[in-house]
Nanobody
Framework: QVQLVESGGGLVLAGGSLRLSCAAS????????VAWFRQGSGNEREFVAG????????SYRDSVKGRFTISRDNAMKTVYLQMNSLRPEDTALYYC?????????????????WGQGTQVTVSS
């Protein structure tokens, strides 16, 4: 079983950048695909970006392509989300999640383990 802790959120002006981190403990981190989801006020939790076990495969929702980059360091048991050119619509609580299934999924139901979230607020 893996435990996940997010950090790096905060308040930033539109056009600014933040880097989120997801630190894992317990379990064998390299066995899990990892993704970032987000949930804005009154909205459903949505997939943002995901990365495969080795880091060789990534997936992004269309609205963040070219602005966000997901990466991982299996030795450090950490996944990162670099967010550039932030927009007010990126404001949300960002969650890190890990999945033990074989493929990189964009579906919330496929993720077994979740962190508590880190708040990102982008002001215009």
């Amino acid at each position: 079983q893996v435990q996940l802790v997010e950090s790096g959120g905060g308040l930033v002006l539109a056009g600014g950048s933040l880097r989120l981190s997801c630190a894992a403990s317990g379990g064998t981190f390299s066995r899990y695909n990892v993704a970032w989801f987000r949930q804005g006020s009154g909205n459903e939790r949505e997939f943002v970006a995901g990365i495969s076990r080795s880091g060789g495969g990534t997936s992004y929702r269309d609205s963040v392509k070219g602005r966000f980059t997901i990466s991982r360091d299996n030795a450090m048991k950490t996944v990162y989300l670099q967010m550039n050119s932030l927009r007010p619509e990126d404001t949300a609580l960002y969650y890190c999640a890990a999945s033990s299934i074989q493929y990189l999924s964009t579906w919330r139901r496929d993720y077994n383990y979740w962190g508590q979230g880190t708040q990102v607020t982008v002001s215009s």
